[in-house]
């Protein structure tokens, strides 16, 4: 059973930063494509960036600077380090895993932002 278990979100001011986690059991991270989404209030959920097992990085065009993607294979988990935070960032944060066909989504981590 794929489970995905994100943490380390919260509240934090403006030009903050933030490191999410994502431990993932029942599958092996380094060997499959890990993202981040998020959801803010009233909005769709929208992709963040993605790692592949490659180590290729992608990154939605307006957070490039700002927020990273990484992944440590021992601890199988995945990270987002998010930095110079901004209110538009706050959002609901999800981690997502691309597994033979199949997306699989954790639970999320809320993330806000004060001005």
């Known amino acids: 059973q794929v489970q995905l278990v994100e943490s380390g979100g919260g509240l934090v001011q403006a030009g903050g930063s933030l490191r999410l986690s994502c431990a993932a059991s029942?599958?092996?991270?380094?060997?499959?494509?890990m993202g981040w989404y998020r959801q803010a209030p009233g909005k769709q959920r929208e992709w963040v960036a993605q790692?592949?097992?490659?180590?290729?990085?992608n990154y939605a065009d307006s957070l490039k600077g700002r927020f990273t993607i990484s992944r440590d294979n021992a601890k199988n988990t995945v990270y987002l380090q998010m930095n110079s935070l901004k209110p538009e960032d706050t959002a609901v944060y999800y981690c997502?895993?691309?597994?033979?066909?199949?997306?699989?989504w954790g639970q999320g981590t809320q993330v806000t932002v004060s001005s």
């Open positions: 997502n895993a691309l597994n033979r066909g199949r997306v699989y």
């Open positions: 029942g599958i092996i991270v380094s060997i499959n494509t």
């Open positions: 790692i592949t097992s490659g180590i290729i990085t």
